[in-house]
């Protein structure tokens, strides 16, 4: 069996016709960023974002065309503006311009969960924090919405889950300890890295908080990717935020990158619930001696300068890495434990403020 390439997925999708126009999609060159990766394959339809509505069952057929073709595993078309035709500019201070659409609806309370920069343990946060709400008797979801690196999969113990449809429009989300769950990881390959540009990524973005079909839920919890990009603007103004939790270990460098997300939330209107500091000490196993490896107290001090709540403070333990790595979080391995009775009263102060 011949491997799916490029020209194979261009051959395919020359048989889907724009009416209007009369013509096929790659004749008008209104198919760009193909990517093709270990039978995963992704790309773009170049629209007048006026269309988009109208265009949508195109996208659908393109998708399901290229779907069937032998060795093809996954498909993500996303419709983006035409060449030429620039964004619309945010408006500062309020939810979308552009697109009046708002994604993720139905939802009783939906939280993110961010970080100013990489490396402080946001994903951890996020994933444990989603469980110690799930302890408190609600139903919870959980939204990996970091395109580039995506983490949920494995450390919930469910890499290589693929979600399935009853009626082929919405997505099941995968089910973990009690979890609903959805990410972008569990279309493409887990080693396979996703190579796309900006507007396609907040296509796919928006595509999969659009065809998930949640359920009933009280709190999702968004688990954002590091810095104060477009998939943060994007969610700011798509999403109905109840509010953000910032996460950020003790030193200077963090806490400075964690300040710039803070603002940024401010500046979209979305209330700031409170910061963790995460890697707030580290106790030897040994022979219980405390070491602050990151400084201690920072974001503490941040939050009473910025006005904002202090949530609590996580130390930096052996165990959450591993159980991270086995894909059965500390809330899941030690429920006991002590950072399990962390998480549950920074959960506990959230699910108050909600």
């Not at 996303?78 to 979308?96: D, F, K, Q, S, Y």
């Not at 990996?144 to 099941?172: E, N, Y």
């Not at 890697?279 to 006005?307: K, T």
Request: charged share 20%; net charge negative; aromatic share 4%.
């Amino acid at each position: 069996m011949a491997e799916v390439n490029e020209g194979t997925v261009l051959r395919t999708l020359e048989q889907v016709i724009d009416e209007d126009r009369g013509k096929d999609i790659v004749s008008l060159g209104m198919v760009e960023g193909i990517v093709v990766k270990g039978g995963h394959v992704a790309f773009s339809l170049q629209i007048d974002p006026q269309r988009a509505a109208q265009l949508e069952p195109l996208r659908k057929r393109a998708e399901q065309l290229v779907h069937a073709l032998p060795g093809v595993l996954t498909v993500s078309a996303v419709l983006t503006a035409e060449r030429g035709t620039p964004p619309p500019m945010p408006r500062i201070g309020g939810h979308a311009s552009g697109s009046t659409e708002i994604l993720l609806t139905g939802i009783g309370a939906v939280i993110a969960v961010a970080s100013g920069k990489g490396g402080v343990g946001k994903s951890t946060t996020a994933v444990n924090l989603a469980l110690a709400l799930r302890d408190l008797g609600l139903k919870v979801g959980l939204f990996d919405a970091d395109i580039f690196g995506p983490s949920q999969p494995r450390m919930l113990g469910v890499a290589g889950s693929k979600p399935t449809s009853i009626d082929g429009k919405k997505m099941r989300p995968i089910e973990a300890y009690g979890l609903k769950v959805m990410s972008i990881g569990f279309m493409v390959a887990e080693e396979s890295p996703v190579v796309w540009r900006g507007l396609m990524v907040m296509g796919a973005l928006e595509q999969l908080m659009r065809d998930v079909d949640w359920g009933e839920l009280d709190v999702m919890i968004i688990d954002m990717p590091p810095g104060t990009g477009d998939t943060q603007l994007t969610i700011s103004q798509k999403v109905r935020l109840a509010g953000a939790v910032i996460v950020s270990t003790p030193q200077d460098i963090a806490l400075l990158d964690a300040r710039k997300g803070l603002a940024m939330f401010r500046k979209v209107d979305v209330p700031v619930l409170g910061i963790v500091e995460n890697m707030s000490l580290y106790v030897c196993p040994n022979c219980g001696h405390e070491a602050h490896i990151f400084g201690h107290g920072g974001a503490r001090a941040d939050a009473e300068r910025l006005g904002v709540d202090f949530l609590g403070e996580l130390p930096l333990d052996i165990g959450v890495r591993i159980s991270g790595d086995e894909g059965a979080p500390i809330m899941i391995s030690q429920p006991d434990g002590p950072i399990a009775i962390a998480y549950r009263s920074i959960a506990a102060k959230i699910n108050a403020k909600l």
